[in-house]
């Protein structure tokens, strides 16, 4: 089965040697969004950097022909587990019922310094 990258200049670019997105098969993988604009600036607060994160993993899912109701599984990363109420409720408005399946992970860092990163597994 071949792998295609998917890219959309809605999200940041890659921080490295990655895809913002593969899709195998009926599946589309995509990497890890920090809650960065487009032109990669963090904004200070964990709900505005949450909000960004969910909107760059949209774009993307957009970007593979898919939606945001098709995402079958999420992993949250935060730096502090203290922000996972705040970042729930902005997950809340991402997110139709029944939701995605997830994980939430506490991380003692990410790039660039952020506070929360998002990851998802969607069907195309």
């Given at each position: ?90 997950y ?5 019922v ?14 660039k ?12």
């Open positions: 089965m071949l792998k295609q990258p998917v890219h959309t200049d809605k999200a940041p670019a890659a921080l490295g040697p990655y895809s913002q997105g593969v899709i195998c098969g009926d599946l589309l993988f995509v990497s890890g969004q920090l809650g960065a604009d487009e032109e990669g600036n963090l904004p200070d607060s964990v709900t505005e950097q949450a909000e960004w994160s969910l909107r760059n993993l949209s774009s993307i899912v957009q970007a593979a022909g898919s939606s945001m109701e098709k995402v079958v599984k999420c992993q949250v990363f935060l730096t502090d587990m203290g922000d996972f109420a705040a970042v729930n409720q902005v809340a408005q991402f997110f139709p029944p939701c995605p399946a997830r994980s939430c992970i506490q991380v003692c860092a990410l790039p310094g952020a506070k929360v990163e998002i990851e998802a597994i969607a069907q195309i």
